[in-house]
Protein backbone atom coordinates (compact mmCIF):
# COMPACT_ATOMS: atom_id res chain seq x y z
CA UNK A 1 0.00 0.00 0.00
CA UNK A 2 1.55 3.20 -1.17
CA UNK A 3 1.41 5.93 1.62
CA UNK A 4 -0.28 9.22 1.26
CA UNK A 5 1.29 12.70 1.01
CA UNK A 6 0.84 13.36 4.52
CA UNK A 7 2.01 9.87 6.17
CA UNK A 8 5.28 10.60 3.98
CA UNK A 9 5.45 14.21 6.12
CA UNK A 10 5.16 12.27 9.25
CA UNK A 11 8.12 9.71 8.34
CA UNK A 12 9.90 12.76 7.09
CA UNK A 13 9.43 14.38 10.49
CA UNK A 14 10.16 11.76 12.94
CA UNK A 15 12.92 10.63 10.47
CA UNK A 16 14.48 14.07 11.02
CA UNK A 17 14.14 14.25 14.25
CA UNK A 18 15.79 10.95 14.81
CA UNK A 19 18.38 12.47 13.56
CA UNK A 20 18.52 15.46 15.80
CA UNK A 21 18.19 13.22 19.13
CA UNK A 22 21.01 10.77 17.93
CA UNK A 23 22.84 14.01 18.03
CA UNK A 24 21.57 15.82 21.17
CA UNK A 25 19.51 14.61 23.86
CA UNK A 26 17.98 16.56 26.66
CA UNK A 27 15.15 16.11 29.17
CA UNK A 28 12.98 18.10 31.05
CA UNK A 29 12.65 21.08 28.72
CA UNK A 30 11.94 21.18 24.99
CA UNK A 31 15.34 22.50 24.39
CA UNK A 32 18.17 23.48 25.57
CA UNK A 33 21.83 25.60 25.34
CA UNK A 34 25.35 24.23 25.55
CA UNK A 35 25.24 25.47 28.68
CA UNK A 36 22.13 23.58 29.99
CA UNK A 37 19.72 26.33 29.78
CA UNK A 38 16.29 26.54 28.57
CA UNK A 39 16.04 27.86 25.11
CA UNK A 40 13.07 27.76 22.61
CA UNK A 41 13.22 25.13 20.19
CA UNK A 42 13.79 28.01 17.57
CA UNK A 43 16.68 29.39 18.77
CA UNK A 44 20.12 29.72 17.20
CA UNK A 45 21.42 28.78 20.86
CA UNK A 46 19.30 25.56 21.08
CA UNK A 47 22.00 23.17 21.26
CA UNK A 48 19.89 19.76 22.46
CA UNK A 49 16.06 18.72 21.96
CA UNK A 50 13.53 16.52 23.74
CA UNK A 51 11.96 14.20 21.89
CA UNK A 52 8.91 16.91 21.52
CA UNK A 53 11.57 19.29 20.43
CA UNK A 54 13.23 17.14 18.12
CA UNK A 55 10.13 16.70 15.98
CA UNK A 56 9.02 20.50 16.43
CA UNK A 57 12.20 21.35 15.09
CA UNK A 58 12.57 19.01 12.28
CA UNK A 59 9.00 20.28 11.17
CA UNK A 60 10.18 24.00 11.44
CA UNK A 61 13.32 23.18 9.45
CA UNK A 62 11.04 21.23 6.57
CA UNK A 63 8.62 23.13 6.59
CA UNK A 64 6.32 20.48 7.97
CA UNK A 65 2.62 21.68 9.37
CA UNK A 66 2.98 21.26 13.19
CA UNK A 67 -0.17 18.82 12.79
CA UNK A 68 2.76 16.35 11.32
CA UNK A 69 4.42 16.54 15.35
CA UNK A 70 1.23 16.14 16.69
CA UNK A 71 0.65 12.84 14.69
CA UNK A 72 4.41 11.81 14.70
CA UNK A 73 3.92 11.85 19.06
CA UNK A 74 0.96 9.44 18.35
CA UNK A 75 3.00 7.36 15.69
CA UNK A 76 5.86 7.73 18.88
CA UNK A 77 3.77 6.95 21.74
CA UNK A 78 2.60 3.87 19.90
CA UNK A 79 6.17 2.23 19.87
CA UNK A 80 6.95 3.25 23.18
CA UNK A 81 3.60 2.34 25.23
CA UNK A 82 3.34 5.35 26.98
CA UNK A 83 3.44 9.40 26.45
CA UNK A 84 6.08 10.75 24.88
CA UNK A 85 7.32 13.07 27.58
CA UNK A 86 7.30 10.39 30.32
CA UNK A 87 9.29 8.17 28.27
CA UNK A 88 11.75 11.22 27.29
CA UNK A 89 12.22 11.88 30.74
CA UNK A 90 13.03 8.49 32.15
CA UNK A 91 16.31 8.10 33.77
CA UNK A 92 17.23 5.21 31.49
CA UNK A 93 16.18 6.93 28.22
CA UNK A 94 18.92 7.75 25.95
CA UNK A 95 18.87 10.06 22.94
CA UNK A 96 19.90 7.12 21.12
CA UNK A 97 16.69 5.51 22.53
CA UNK A 98 14.43 7.98 21.65
CA UNK A 99 15.97 8.06 17.99
CA UNK A 100 15.59 4.57 17.40
CA UNK A 101 12.02 4.73 18.42
CA UNK A 102 11.58 7.36 16.59
CA UNK A 103 12.60 5.28 13.72
CA UNK A 104 10.13 2.41 14.46
CA UNK A 105 7.24 4.83 14.31
CA UNK A 106 8.44 5.82 11.06
CA UNK A 107 8.37 2.64 10.24
CA UNK A 108 4.73 1.65 11.52
CA UNK A 109 3.65 4.69 9.52
CA UNK A 110 5.29 3.05 5.77
CA UNK A 111 3.70 0.20 7.00
CA UNK A 112 0.25 1.51 7.41
CA UNK A 113 -0.20 0.50 10.79
CA UNK A 114 -1.62 3.30 12.28
CA UNK A 115 -4.22 3.74 10.23
CA UNK A 116 -5.53 6.73 12.94
CA UNK A 117 -3.29 8.94 11.35
CA UNK A 118 -5.19 9.75 8.16
CA UNK A 119 -6.09 13.19 8.12
CA UNK A 120 -7.59 15.50 5.78
CA UNK A 121 -5.16 18.28 6.76
Not at 44 to 68: D, M, N
Not at 100 to 115: H, I, S
Request: proline share 2%; with cysteine.
Amino acid sequence: MAMTEYQEKIVQVLEAAAFVEAGAHCKGRFARTVDGFETSTTSKSAASFCAVGALREAARTLKISPTAVEMAQIALRKTVCKTVVTFNDSPDTTGNLVAEKMLEAAELVKRGELTCLESTW
